[in-house]
T-cell receptor, first 112, second 110 residues
Framework: DGGITQSPKYLFRKEGQNVTLSCEQNLNHDAMYWYRQDPGQGLRLIYY???????QKGDIAEGYSVSREKKESFPLTVTSAQKNPTAFYLCASNGPEWNEQFFGPGTRLTVL | GNSVTQMEGPVTLSEEAFLTINCTYTATGYPSLFWYVQYPGEGLQLLLK?????DKGSNKGFEATYRKETTSFHLEKGSVQVSDSAVYFC?????????FGSGTKLNVKP
């Protein structure tokens, strides 16, 4: 089945540690996105990539980094510079022929 | 700029009641409009979409009409079920970026 996988579903880290969230898609989509969702709030765009080896900052990129070395993979690193990293992180993708975004199941990150 | 405003929740209804969740948008050009649904602990799933003015999107008994004159895309369902309890997000797509509303939580009681 085609889709987007995110792992792990739950992630716990100590304050001051970097952590990398995985996002993989087998939909052959060019564009991939990372969003952050806080309780009772909407989605805020962290980073997006429209093609391999290229990515752009979204609205809240500070404290995060990404890479796009392969079309199917778009990992997100939450660095120690991110002041309030505890949140639900959603990865999404879409291709040029699709006028919608497909979402992964999300990773809930808790920083202790 | 581009933005989406939707009614605050939670919205609490009894089963078989009529549902309306309001959504208005601000955008340049000709955006596409979407409603997504999120169940607890999961990602978002596309519920319906409309790509141009006066289009009506529909799925699973839900409907929304793209009204350019009022910049609105209100979600409606004639008879809600307990299984419709979720958070609903209105969104627009413009120039390859998506903009989401803050979400409206719907609680349906038996």
């Amino acid at each position: 089945d085609g889709g987007i996988t995110q792992s792990p579903k739950y992630l716990f880290r100590k304050e001051g540690q970097n952590v990398t969230l995985s996002c993989e898609q087998n939909l052959n989509h060019d564009a991939m996105y990372w969003y952050r969702q806080d309780p009772g709030q909407g989605l805020r765009l962290i980073y997006y990539s429209q093609i391999v080896n290229d990515f752009q900052k979204g609205d809240i990129a500070e404290g995060y980094s990404v890479s796009r070395e392969k079309k199917e993979s778009f990992p997100l690193t939450v660095t120690s510079a991110q002041k309030n990293p505890t949140a639900f992180y959603l990865c999404a993708s879409n291709g040029p022929e699709w006028n919608e975004q497909f979402f992964g199941p999300g990773t809930r990150l808790t920083v202790l | 700029g581009n933005s989406v405003t939707q009614m605050e929740g939670p919205v609490t209804l009894s089963e078989e009641a009529f549902l309306t969740i309001n959504c208005t948008y601000t955008a340049t050009g000709y955006p596409s409009l979407f409603w997504y649904v999120q169940y607890p602990g999961e990602g978002l799933q596309l519920l319906l979409k409309a790509t141009k003015a006066d289009d009506k999107g529909s799925n699973k008994g839900f409907e929304a009409t793209y009204r350019k004159e009022t910049t609105s895309f209100h979600l409606e369902k004639g008879s809600v079920q307990v299984s419709d309890s979720a958070v609903y997000f209105c969104a627009l797509k413009n120039f390859n970026k998506f903009y989401f509303g803050s979400g409206t939580k719907l609680n349906v009681k038996p």
